[in-house]
Nanobody
Framework: QVQLVESGGGLVQTGGSLRLSCAAS????????MGWFRQAPGKERESVAA????????YYADSVKGRFTISRDNAKNTVYLQMNSLKPEDTAVYYC?????????????????WGQGTQVTVSS
């Protein structure tokens, strides 16, 4: 199993930027696809972005495409989510997750390890 710790959340104005980081411990990080999810109050958890084990393949939800960028540094056991042009509707708790395999997946059920989440609040 991979242990995950997110950081980088906070309060930002509309149009601002934040970069989330997810530090992983465990030997399997470099062979695991990774994902970012978010959950707003009263809503279901949704996939935001995902990346395969090498970083060569990525996925973005339509709602964040062109604004968010997922990346990973396997040497640092860290995955990132750069969020630009933030909107109030991006307000949520953001979770990092490690997939059970190396290939890109987006369904929550395909992820076996989860972080504790970091709050992102975008003010209008």
């Amino acid at each position: 199993q991979v242990q995950l710790v997110e950081s980088g959340g906070g309060l930002v104005q509309t149009g601002g930027s934040l970069r989330l980081s997810c530090a992983a411990s465990g030997r399997t990080f470099s062979s695991s696809a990774m994902g970012w999810f978010r959950q707003a109050p009263g809503k279901e958890r949704e996939s935001v972005a995902a990346i395969n084990w090498s970083g060569g393949t990525t996925y973005y939800a339509d709602s964040v495409k062109g604004r968010f960028t997922i990346s990973r540094d396997n040497a640092k056991n860290t995955v990132y989510l750069q969020m630009n042009s933030l909107k109030p509707e991006d307000t949520a708790v953001y979770y990092c997750a490690a997939a059970r395999g190396r290939f890109l997946v987006i369904a929550a059920g395909d992820f076996g390890s989860w972080g504790q989440g970091t709050q992102v609040t975008v003010s209008s």
